[in-house]
């Protein structure tokens, strides 16, 4: 099968991409953040493993596995994922991993065991056509109560860009559907996301058989620009402390570029 742009672009730059972003320090707190928001929800024995879904290199993966739990990585890309193998290779964890080359939307066909933990930073769900269809078949690979934690783009980090443009009619059907094209590529390298408010990524997982835990805005500190004073470790640290106190203010979310969703998914789903 011909490889779609997403797909293409994430080949492209999987070599490099552990260069990019495993010493950057905005990305080291971005990290931190998630840990911490999955840290009381992880499951309390090894019984089931986990899945890093979308996991591009495996960063998420890896540091799951070094806590012992066995852990199987997903990802359309099979650049990034021969990264995670390699990454797996060397730090050989107690359950050797299984790579799946495919879309999360294929998980039903990719493997039949049944995951206790579900992890997808890096807006997954935002690149799938059908969230709550996909949802749905992932919670069938998952034990009930079983958790997901992922992000999508915010919506409402997103009108500026529209109101920019002039466009008000783009405008409009984007404040609708929250549709648009993600431009980080080359030209021939952009494809279709999907950007949600904290409502409608609540209702995707209700309508999927999730109960939402919570959904945190990532981050609710407009940080980008304040990356080049994140190298300090004594900043970066209090900046984590202010970060997760306002993210524990729900309508904070709103400043926020990415929410973070963590459900459980319902025993009956
Ligand atoms: C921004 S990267 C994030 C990688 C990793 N989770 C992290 O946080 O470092 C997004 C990854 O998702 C993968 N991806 C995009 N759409 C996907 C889909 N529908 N199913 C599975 N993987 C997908 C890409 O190939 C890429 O490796």
């Known amino acids: 099968m011909p490889k779609n742009t997403n797909e293409r672009f994430h080949d492209r730059i999987s070599g490099r991409y552990d260069a990019i972003y495993d010493d950057d320090p905005y990305h080291l707190l971005l990290r931190d953040l998630t840990l911490a928001h999955v840290k009381p929800h992880l499951p309390r024995d090894f019984a089931h493993p986990l899945l890093d879904a979308g996991c591009g290199t495996g960063w998420f993966g890896a540091r799951l596995s070094k806590s012992g739990f066995a852990v199987d990585f997903l990802d359309m ?42 992890i997808a930073i890096g807006d997954i769900l935002s690149f799938v056509d059908d969230p709550v269809r996909t949802l749905r078949s992932l919670a069938k690979r998952m034990t ?40 980080g590529g080359t030209k021939d390298e952009r494809f279709a996301t999907r950007m949600y ?9 209700d309508k999927a058989g999730f109960d939402v835990v919570d959904v945190v805005g990532k981050t609710v500190l407009p940080l980008r620009n304040f990356r080049d004073r994140l190298d300090d470790p004594k900043v970066r640290r209090e900046v984590f402390d202010l970060e997760r106190k306002l993210q524990a203010i729900p309508s904070a979310l709103g400043r926020a570029s990415h929410l973070e969703v963590l459900a459980k998914r319902r025993p009956t789903s």
């Open 197 to 205: 408010t904290a409502e409608e990524i609540r209702d995707v997982f």
């Open 77 to 118: 890309s099979q650049g990034m994922l021969d990264q995670a193998r390699s990454r797996m290779e060397s730090e050989k964890p107690r359950v050797a991993p299984e790579f799946f080359h495919g879309g999360l939307e294929q998980i039903a066909t990719l493997t039949t065991k049944t995951y206790a933990l579900v």
């Open 144 to 183: 009930a109560g079983g958790i997901f934690l992922g992000t999508v783009d915010q919506k409402l980090a997103g009108l500026e860009h529209f109101l920019e443009r002039g466009d008000l009619d783009a405008l409009a059907r984007f404040a609708k559907d929250g549709k648009t094209v993600w431009l």
